[in-house]
């Protein structure tokens, strides 16, 4: 399941990255996701929950 976490965030990091140079303003929707994912991680991480 960890393996899970990193792959959906190697996906939304690419995704912003392309939506970010591709689309602009697109990229800003993906940017805010990107955010709220990093947000959830370090929550996670902060916490010591694990799944």
Not at 31 to 48: D, F, N, P, Q
């Amino acid at each position: 399941m960890r393996d899970l976490i990193w792959l959906i965030v190697v996906i939304l990091i690419i995704g912003w990255l392309v939506g970010y140079f591709a689309f602009p303003s697109i990229g800003s929707i993906i940017h805010i996701l990107l955010v709220l994912a990093v947000i959830a991680i370090i929550y996670r991480l902060a916490t010591g929950r694990r799944l």
